[in-house]
Every structure is written in C-alpha cells, then in structure tokens.
C-alpha cells in the first residue's frame, strides 16, 4: 500500500506523531534548516533586485537525499514544519528539493502535538504560504546586508573577528546607553520621617509623614530632617480620616513567548535560551505513563493571548470541580491583543486539562516539571475571579503635618488560590524601604493618636537598574523590537560575542560591548537604532500578511 510522506522538524515530534497516525504514513525530520545562506559570501544580490542564493547546509546532504528518496516513492507529502515564518521558510526550502519527484505536495500545521492538533492540522492541509517565506527571507537578506557591510567596517577600524547584527546591535545599543547612565548617575541624598503612634486603647501603628502645610515634605539633609523632628514632637494628634474601600486585582492573561522567559526568569532563575529549550521539549512531546508520547503545551513562539474556545470550556469545567462556583466568572474572560500581536497562534497552554501537575509530575525532570507547572497554574488563573481586597486608609494630623499609613487585607483570594502575581525580580528585597506596620482594626476619625516614636531614615536616589534578560526582554517587546523567535537569540549572542557579561543574574555592557557600540552608532546610527529596527518589524509583518 502506498503511504504518504510527514516531515517535521524534529526526531522527537516525529516520533510522537507517528503514534497519533496510522500505518498509513511515515514520518520523516528534516533536524530545523536544510538550506542557508553561505558565510562565505554575502549572497544576496544587490544590484539584481535583493535575489538570495541558498545552498543545503553542509553535513544535512545524507538527510535531504533521504526525504528525497521518501518523497519520489510516496502518495502524498505534508510538510509539517514549525507553524511559524521560519517554519514555513524550512517548508519552501525541503518543498523546492522535492517538487521534481513528487508534485502533491501540502503544508500543515500542529499548533500542539495531541491527537487532537495533529488530526485537525491533517484535516486542513493549505499552500505553503509564499508571503510568510517572503516575509522570512526578508529578514534574513536584511541581516545578512547589514552584517557583512558593517563588520568589515569594524574589523577595519577594531579588530579581526568582531561583528554587527542588526536586531542584536540594538539591544547592544540599549544595554550600553543604560551602562553610561548608571556610571554618569550622581547620587542624591534626602530623608523620610515615619512616626509611631499609639491610640487610647494601646493600638500602636506606623504612618509616614507626607504634608507640610498642605506641601511635600522636602528634606535633603539630617540638619533639615531634625529641624521638622523638634517641630513635629511640639505637636498633638489626631485621627483626621480613615476609609475603606474594596480593590480588586485582575489575573494575568496567559502565557506568550515574551512574558513566559520573563517570569521563568524571575521565578525559576532560568536563562531565556534554557526556557525555550525546554518548552520545545514540552511541546514536542514527553513520555507520560500510559498516555504514552505526549505533547504538553501548545507551540511556544506566540505573541497572541487567545485562547480555543475548546480550552476555555476545559478549563472553567476544571476550576468549577476544583475551586467551586465563587472562583469562576460568569463570562470568559478575553484578552487585548497587543499591538504587534500577529494573533496566528494559540497562547502557551497545557494541551489537556488532564495533565495535571500532580498527573505529570513523576514523568519529567526537576526544571521540566517547574515550567511545565509555571504555564498550568498562569493558564488556569486567566480564567479565574480577580482577588478583592480592602484597602484601608488612616491620616493622623498635628498642626502643619500629615501623616498617612495604608494597609490592604486580602477579603477573596480569587486567581491568587493558584497564581501569586508579584514576584519581585531582585528576590524581594526592598533597599530603603520604609518601616510599615499592619494597622489596627479599630482605628476611627476623631480618636486621637499618641506619638511615641519617629523614624527618621536617609535615602539617596538610585540610578536605573541594569537590565536583566528578563526585563531587556520586556523592553524589546515594549519598543516592538524581535519577534517570539528572536528574543532568546537576541540576549545569547550579545554575551556569546563577549559584548555583555551576566554577573548576578544582571546585564553589564562589557569594554569591548561599549567601543563597538560607540563605533556602530556614531557610523551607522539610521540602522542601529530602535525606531528603524521597530519599523523593520512592522513591514516584515505586513509582507507576512500579503499587504
């Protein structure tokens, strides 16, 4: 019997695809890019219309000859690359090697590695889409023109060895221009004045001091700060206000390629290369018990927080059984879609609401499991109640001076049952944090208030933090630089290059980052910089949509 031809990118998708087809199909990988531009030449052609020239990339000769000789004894072929541009590039590329032996020829999609998705993506085979390649092919003459122009020019005017990317250089460029505000930053000093207070009936609680006659308090000095501390020890008190009123805190939308590296990186210390790494191997597929090969998330380069409306009804179905009526909101809830946001595919989510943690656990290894858990619990809490609160309020006033505590007691946990939201990046840590106190439940207007201490602290402003790769992430996708495929790249071969260094977990421009930097944007600055790069992704977009 004649079968027809898969080929995917990976060995590992392809054996989890072999289980969900019959006998009926073989599954062939091409292992990611047959075809690349030689590093030995420019290859693009400049004065004939940008034309590029690929070549097969040496070594991957045995594999093309071996989907060739599959293709040429076939029914049919699907090609079934990454759902992405890149994706469909490889899908040209393995399409062009294959035409002249088999003609029937189709692409198709797996946005997860289930039963499902490989069913449905086979149920709707298309063209390759000739816009998505253009729109990749773009991109790569584009890097290729300003790589092999600029780094001569720095080789030249540098040393032998060094080189200019166009996306890479910029966040260079951003990495470098926050270094020379940190070494330019002159630190100023000013002060803050807390009080404790005490109440008849022994309440005791700390407020800050925020007006002076009706002003900010404007204290850069101790001489100044001790001057208010006799004046506001002269002074009798009273609770002027206290309010209360409900907050409510929405959760987070679920996951794209950009916020899951930043939040792996804050809470799980995961470099953005090793999160895509390992959310590969989830998507690709795990042996889980029974269930077998088993792909866990859907594809992990999204810019877009929709979610299928199958999963949405999985996913309110679960958090009734498991949380109860009060914790799911009477609508589902929908996302805004960002203003890059290609909305081709899914969010990041679990493929199935069986696969729970707790189900999946024993089945993968120890970082694994943590972000597989980090996408479940984000991807269950998007559609969950927001937390309430009760915000309350005090004001203690004495002649002149104002001043004000606040405290928040949680009344509904709603999302926070599952997904804690604040995660400080830095570990928590708060430098010169004030002293703040719970307040007492009993506090009223008109009681008056007993000042039993001041706590004057010194402060001196801090310069801008250096970035970390998660929030040089946030930054590129905030400015519109990159894509979901890029930004892990982005941050590797900046420090790859020795242009950057990571200490702590923090991004510190190297001397050498700062000269090539210095070089590239007094040189070239209408190509590295972000308003060109931003544009750059802009009309790559609109080439990708056939506009």
Known sequence: MEKSLIIVESPAKAKTINKYLGKEYIVEASVGHIKNLPKSKLSVDIDNDFSVVYETIAGKEDIVARIKEKAAKAKAVFIATDPDREGEAIAAHIADEIKDVNKHIRRVLFHEITETGVKDGMAHPKKIDAHMVMSQQARRAMDRIVGYKVTPFVWKTMYYGLSAGRVQSVALRLICEREASILKFVPEEY????????????????????????????????TTTNGYIADVRKQQYEITNVS???????????????????????????????????????????????????????????????????????????????????????????????????????????????????????????????????????????????????QITVEVTGGDYLFRASDQLPTFRGFLQVYDDIVEENGGEQEDADPTSKLPANLAKGQSAQLTELLPLQHFTKPPGRYSEASLVKELESLGIGRPSTYAMIVTTVVDRKYVEQKERKLYASELGMQVNKLLVSHFPEIFNVKFTAKMEEELDTIASGK
């Open 244 to 390: 209360r009123k409900p907050v409510k805190r929405n959760a987070p939308a679920p996951f794209i390629t950009s916020t899951l590296q930043q939040e792996a990186a804050k809470r799980l210390r995961m470099s953005s290369k090793r999160t895509m790494m390992l959310a590969q191997k989830l998507y690709e597929g795990q042996e889980i018990g029974e269930e077998g090969l088993t792909g866990l998330i859907t594809y992990m380069r999204t810019d877009s927080t929709r979610l299928s409306e199958e999963a949405v009804a999985q996913i309110r179905e679960y958090i009734y059984n498991n949380y109860g009526k009060e914790y799911l909101p009477k609508e589902p809830r929908l996302f805004k879609k960002g203003k890059s946001s290609q909305d081709a595919h899914e969010a990041i989510r679990p493929t199935s609401v069986k696969l729970t943690p707790k189900v999946v656990k024993k089945y993968l290894d120890k970082d694994m499991f943590a972000l597989y858990e980090l996408i479940w619990n984000r991807f269950i809490a998007c559609q969950m109640e927001p937390a309430e609160f009760e």
């Open 191 to 222: 002060w803050s004045l807390t009080a404790e207070f005490t109440t008849q009936r022994d309440d005791k609680f700390l407020a800050k001091l925020v007006k002076v006659a009706g002003d900010d308090p404007r204290m850069p000095d101790e």
